[in-house]
């Protein structure tokens, strides 16, 4: 089959990937410039706000093996599908928690934070699962487009969620529920190529193996290094805005738009290169540049005072953005390449669900790191710049396994693409 009677047939999938991705991330990124909003109505110090972000990651982090079984067994359709109408239903838990109107409003806060992890956790798991299968050559280059597109979702939900909490928290949490029922008439229409994976698929694999295949192993760990680095300065940024230039709800989705722009535009860049050179030259780029940009956030507001300092700080996160999709992109097709050779096909909805949970893992660590890092040093260069450390790990992990990882990824790539030309070495 040539790749222009793929994309005709699976045009429509595409689309109602993007739909489900599209309104996850924005459901996500939503709820970032309204944090500071919660931390005054509920009196929340820094480390408890960061709390309260890196709990849509437990979830996904308790039970995303789970879900992945669940999607190799009924299929991403059908996943992506249940997980959008959930996504609407913690938008409406949202609303009713920060009314005056019910007891204990925290507690289904955080019930809310959970229902809303757990389902868009699954989107991104199944969506993934189901991609990988319909582009097995260029899913980096789909991968990419997929964040890429879903990014402008993130683009969008700190904007529209900043201007209309400002106006109504009502208006806001409404259409927060409303958006993902949209996408759900697309996801269905295109049911029948979204479908289950093979039926050979074996339930009873164990996870041991993701720990014991060097590969999966060390792609697990740099997951998880990713979103302790992202997941920090999603909880992070938003109150360092907040307290250095006093910015309201929709100043600072104003600005997180700006540095989910650049992770957009390099998740684009960076798939399209993978499938052509292969992975671990644009891991180590991603790596490095992400080290000398959190560190320059530090640098820069310790040398600098006012708004000099934020705005330098600013230009780095921006620098960040761009530089870890470099990072994130190029480990979407290594762990779709390792599990295929570690356990063959009809897995990947159980290796993403994995995947999933060292991601999770990250994503709860990074607040909690950033959070108390402030509380201490009572300074947002230093609680910033202090997230280089994951990345610096993640570059040493990098550097020292690139040809363990690259070997793994070319041997199953030219299989399934056995080209004269093959694919480059990233060495």
């Not at 097995?136 to 201007?163: D, S, Y």
Request: proline share 6%; aromatic share 8%.
């Amino acid at each position: 089959m040539t790749t222009v009677t793929d994309d005709a047939r699976y045009r429509g999938v595409f689309v109602a990937l993007v739909a489900a991705f599209f309104v996850d991330f924005l459901g996500y990124a939503f709820i970032v410039p309204i944090l500071p909003s919660w931390q005054t109505q509920f009196n929340l110090n820094a480390t408890q706000a960061t709390l309260l972000v890196s709990l849509w990651a437990v979830p996904l982090f308790l039970f995303g093996p789970l879900t992945g079984r669940i999607v190799d067994r009924f299929g991403p359709a059908w996943t992506v599908g249940v997980s959008l109408v959930l996504l609407s239903c913690s938008a409406l838990l949202y609303l009713v928690a920060t009314s005056s109107a019910v007891g204990r409003p925290f507690t289904l806060l955080v019930i809310a934070r959970l229902v809303h992890g757990a389902s868009g956790a699954a989107v991104m798991t199944a969506g993934l699962a189901g991609a990988s299968v319909l582009w097995p050559t260029r899913f980096g280059e789909q991968a990419g487009k997929l964040v890429g597109m879903a990014a402008i979702g993130g683009l969008l939900g700190p904007v529209i969620g900043g201007v209309l909490f400002n106006e109504s928290q009502v208006l806001a949490f409404g259409v927060l529920a409303v958006l993902p029922l949209l996408a759900v008439p697309l996801v269905w229409l295109n049911a029948k190529h979204l479908g289950p994976q093979p039926s050979s698929t074996n339930m009873s694999v164990g996870l041991r193996v993701f720990l014991s295949d060097p590969v999966l192993f060390k792609a697990g760990v740099l997951v998880s290094l990713t979103t302790v680095a992202t997941g920090a300065l999603e909880a992070g940024v938003p109150l360092f805005l907040d307290d250095e230039l006093g910015l309201n709800a929709a100043q600072i989705g104003g600005v997180l738009l700006s540095m989910v722009l650049m992770q957009g535009v390099g998740s684009v860049l960076w798939g399209r290169l993978v499938d052509r050179h292969g992975p671990t030259r644009y891991m180590m780029v991603g790596w490095g540049l992400s080290f000398l940009a959190l560190l320059g956030v530090a640098i820069v507001g310790l040398a600098l005072t006012d708004r000099p300092a934020v705005v330098g700080m600013i230009v780095m996160l921006g620098v960040f953005q761009f530089a870890i999709a470099a990072a994130q992109i190029p480990m979407l097709p290594v762990i779709d390449t390792a599990t295929n050779r570690a356990l063959g096909a009809g897995h990947l909805g159980l290796a993403f669900g994995a995947f999933g949970t060292a991601w999770a893992a990250g994503t709860m660590i990074g607040p909690l790191l950033v959070g108390p890092v402030f509380d201490l040093f009572g300074s947002w260069p230093i609680a910033i710049g202090a997230v280089a450390l994951p990345t610096g790990v993640a570059l040493a992990v990098t550097v020292r396994n690139r040809h363990l990882i690259e070997d793994c990824y070319l041997e199953e790539m030219n299989q399934r693409n056995p080209s004269p030309a093959g694919i480059q070495s990233g060495q």
